[in-house]
C-alpha cells in the first residue's frame, strides 16, 4: 500500500506561485488515482485537482482551472501540483491522496492521505 508525503507549501504574496510535490512510496503508485485536496479553516475538504493513473486524464475544481495544474511522474512515484496566480482564498491546507477509482473525486473514495503542507496566500 502506498504511503504519501507532501512537502512544497509554505507563504507567499498574492499572484505568486508555489509548487508542491507528493512523493508516494510502494510499487502500486503508477496504479492509483491522485488528487490534491485542499481544506481551509472551518471549510470542508475539498478536491483540487485530480490525474488519472492511465494517460494522466486530469480534472480541475471551477475554482483553480487555468491556474494550478497537476501532473505525475510514476518513475519517481511523484505528483505534483504547479500553482500559479495564487490568491488569498487558496489559503488552506493541502492534502496528496490515492484512490483505487478511476474517476474518484469525493474525499471518501480516497483511502490514502499525506500529512499535510500548510499553504498560505497573503493580499
Known amino acids: 500500500q502506498v504511503q504519501l508525503v507532501e512537502s512544497g507549501g509554505g507563504l507567499v504574496q498574492a499572484g505568486g506561485s508555489l509548487s508542491l510535490s507528493c512523493a508516494g512510496s510502494?510499487?502500486?503508485?503508477?496504479?492509483?488515482?491522485m488528487g490534491w485536496f485542499r481544506q481551509a479553516p472551518g471549510k470542508g475538504r475539498e478536491l483540487v485537482a485530480a490525474i488519472a493513473s492511465i494517460a494522466g486524464k486530469t480534472s480541475y475544481a471551477d475554482s483553480v482551472k487555468g491556474r494550478f495544474t497537476i501532473s505525475r511522474d510514476n518513475a519517481k512515484n511523484t505528483v505534483y501540483l504547479q500553482m500559479n496566480g495564487l490568491k488569498p482564498e487558496d489559503t488552506a491546507v493541502y492534502y496528496c491522496a490515492a484512490s483505487g477509482l478511476s474517476a474518484a473525486t469525493m474525499p471518501m473514495e480516497y483511502t490514502r492521505w499525506g500529512q499535510g503542507t500548510q499553504v498560505t496566500v497573503s493580499s
Open positions: 510502494g510499487r502500486a503508485f503508477s496504479c492509483y488515482t
